[in-house]
């Protein structure tokens, strides 16, 4: 297995035959090197919809499951970027379904999503893993869970959080850290460790 970080540019190793038949064959390693390469340029594109920062980390967690679900399909695909583009418009769509925005909104997707219609069996491993990540947060302490929730979810700072809970910052800061090391290591023991290191990613 090649060391994909060192080995060549991010443009060609999308195009490198060998890597992403790596993905395909379920190298995590590998699918871990992808995510890192394209979950940047992905943020922006999402939040045009989502104008949030949560829901826009939550689509491009939804949407790199999906492209792990579909991974054995990778090798087929002659552009690499626009398929896991394709798929986080669906995502995006979805969101907005559900939001009830206004049909202007849904409008700008619809060129993006028609070739990738969602599938049952996909949908249901999707909700399966979205239930182990919300059981881990359930898993946490009270306080720990109260931080990571003003965190992650208000998008509020460690200073604000410590001087909201009369905490020293330090103190927020750690039982952050100690919260997504508790949380991927539940996503290990059930059976997502791929999604360990992606999770952690997206809520850094």
């Not at 993905?23 to 090197?33: L, P």
Request: charged content about 25%; overall charge positive.
């Amino acid at each position: 297995m090649k060391f994909y970080s060192d080995c060549m540019p991010q443009l060609d190793l999308l195009n490198d035959h060998q890597f992403l038949m790596e993905i395909s064959e379920g190298n995590e390693k590998a699918f871990e090197h992808l995510f890192r390469t394209l979950a940047p340029t992905l943020k922006p594109f999402v939040f045009r919809f989502t104008k949030c920062n949560e829901h826009t980390r939550e689509i491009i967690q939804d949407t790199f499951i999906r492209v792990w679900l579909n991974r054995d399909k990778i090798i087929e695909v002659t552009n690499i970027k626009s398929w896991i583009f394709k798929f986080a418009a669906n995502e995006c769509l979805h969101h907005l379904r559900n939001k009830t925005i206004h049909q202007k909104a849904v409008h700008k997707l619809s060129g993006h999503q028609e070739e990738y219609s969602e599938h049952t069996t996909q949908t249901i491993q999707l909700n399966e893993i979205k239930a182990v990540i919300v059981d881990a947060i359930e898993h946490l302490s009270p306080q720990r869970k109260l931080i990571y929730q003003l965190s992650r979810v208000e998008n509020k700072t460690i200073p604000e959080i410590a001087e909201l809970l009369n905490l020293s910052p330090n103190t927020v800061k750690n039982s952050l850290v100690t919260s997504l090391k508790l949380i991927r290591a539940h996503l290990a023991l059930n059976g997502y460790a791929f999604l360990a290191f992606l999770f952690f990613y997206i809520k850094k």
